[in-house]
């Protein structure tokens, strides 16, 4: 078992990554002084997959788990389905020391942290990532949310789980679509923190396409790793932590544009990338060279480098309400070269108009 230790103080967790691993959760939660009632909130796809090996395993360590299943996709992060496991928390009996489990992708993750993080002001959380997006990235660091109408993960909190627990087993199960998305994410890493792990992906892309148990475990730790890192010097993103929303600005208003139905998160993540490559060599920050070998990589992995259709007017419109706004200016995350990231708000309209027309 790989394990990844993330260090918070008292918000201190460890991520366990090893193969069969959700039928070793009971086991690793019974060490945390835990409660024995149990909810776990899942979705109605991998419900029938896990939920059955995941509460046996809990029963086996003397738990009490009752499950929740949520309608797949984004539009469950929401506040109507919020209060949905609100109600079943509160009609199941969880008390403080009642733990909430997340089984599934990052948008069963950032909505059972959110109501973990509310209900009765807090209670502890566990991240049983099923997806590669969910385990390279969104069950780490504590960013829990559900969307609003005007904007995405508008209304969350950070809250940290105990624990982390991944099985690169289930992403046998997965679509090859959400395996790419994860992907994308992935490529996010090396851009911001590893050139050489930027290589490995160029070296190894067939590989992860292919599932390759070997690769793609490696590249859940080391994910996670960098992760890690970054989260534990900043964990409420005051500075270094909005590196790892490289991307976002742009694919969170591609996100919602269409409607959170035409573009996973990954594949908006995907084009934000691109097109944050691109305002990086506008502004004079990167060489063509380096854009171009971030192109490559992403359409190597069949990720989208632009979303066709969409109107750079419309998609300006989400920008002013990225997290990363201060004092009415973005902040973008933009590229000086493979591996290094900076953070500037130094960058004209004229030259977001320009790169939102070459992604569109
Ligand atoms: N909190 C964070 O730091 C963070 C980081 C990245 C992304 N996110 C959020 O995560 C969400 C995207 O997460 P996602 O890409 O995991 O999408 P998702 O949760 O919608 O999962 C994608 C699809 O895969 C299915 N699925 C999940 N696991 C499966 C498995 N093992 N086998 C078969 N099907 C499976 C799901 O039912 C769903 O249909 C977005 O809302 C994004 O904003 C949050
Ligand atoms: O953990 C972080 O910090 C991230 O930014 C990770 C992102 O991949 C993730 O999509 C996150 O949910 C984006 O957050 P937001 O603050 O831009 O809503
Ligand atoms: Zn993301």
């Known amino acids: 078992m790989a394990e990844v230790n993330v260090n918070l103080d008292a918000h201190s967790y460890t991520i366990h990554i090893t193969t069969g691993g959700i039928s070793r959760v009971g086991e690793l939660m019974s060490k945390l002084s835990l409660g024995n009632k149990i909810l776990i909130v899942t979705d109605d796809n991998v419900c029938p997959l896990y939920a059955a090996t995941l509460s046996g395993s809990l029963v086996a360590a003397g738990f009490k788990p009752t499950v929740l299943a949520v309608t797949p996709g984004e539009s469950s992060k929401s506040l109507t389905t919020a209060n949905t496991v609100f109600t079943e928390a509160i009609a199941s009996g969880l008390d403080r020391k009642s733990a909430i489990i997340a089984l599934g992708g990052g948008v069963v993750g950032d909505l059972a942290g959110f109501v973990a993080a509310s209900y009765l002001r807090g209670v502890p959380f566990i991240q049983v990532p099923t997806t590669l997006l969910a385990q390279v990235d969104s069950s780490v660091g504590g960013k829990t949310a559900v969307n609003h109408e005007l904007g995405k993960n508008l209304?969350?909190?950070?809250?940290?789980?105990?624990?982390?627990?991944?099985?690169?087993?289930?992403?046998?199960?997965?679509?090859?679509?959400?395996?790419?998305?994860?992907?994308?994410?992935?490529?996010?890493?090396?851009?911001?923190?590893?050139?050489?792990?930027?290589?490995?992906?160029?070296?190894?892309?067939?590989?992860?396409?292919?599932?390759?148990?070997?690769?793609?475990?490696?590249?859940?730790?080391?994910?996670?790793?960098?992760?890690?890192?970054?989260?534990?010097?900043?964990?409420?993103?005051?500075?270094?932590?909005?590196?790892?929303?490289?991307?976002?600005?742009?694919g969170h208003a591609i996100e919602a544009e269409g409607g959170y139905s035409e573009y996973n998160h990954g594949e908006g993540v995907a084009i934000g990338m691109h097109a944050a490559a691109l305002i990086s060599q506008h502004a004079g920050l990167c060489e063509q060279s380096q854009v171009t070998a971030l192109k490559k990589l992403l359409n190597r992995l069949d990720l989208p480098l632009t979303a066709p259709g969409y109107h750079p007017k419309e998609l300006v419109r989400y920008l002013v309400r990225d997290k990363k706004v201060l004092n009415g200016k973005v902040n973008w995350v933009l590229m000086s070269q493979i591996g290094h990231v900076e953070i500037t708000h130094e960058i004209t309209e004229d030259t977001i108009a320009a790169v939102l027309e070459q992604v569109t």
Do not use: W
């Open 155 to 250: 209304i969350g909190a950070f809250y940290q789980p105990r624990m982390v627990a991944i099985d690169p087993q289930v992403l046998d199960t997965l679509n090859d679509r959400e395996l790419k998305a994860g992907l994308a994410e992935v490529v996010k890493y090396g851009v911001i923190a590893d050139s050489d792990f930027f290589t490995y992906l160029q070296d190894n892309a067939s590989a992860l396409l292919a599932r390759d148990p070997v690769v793609l475990t490696h590249v859940i730790g080391k994910c996670c790793q960098i992760k890690a890192n970054i989260v534990a010097q900043d964990e409420r993103e005051s500075s270094l932590r909005m590196i790892l929303n490289f991307g976002h600005t742009i």
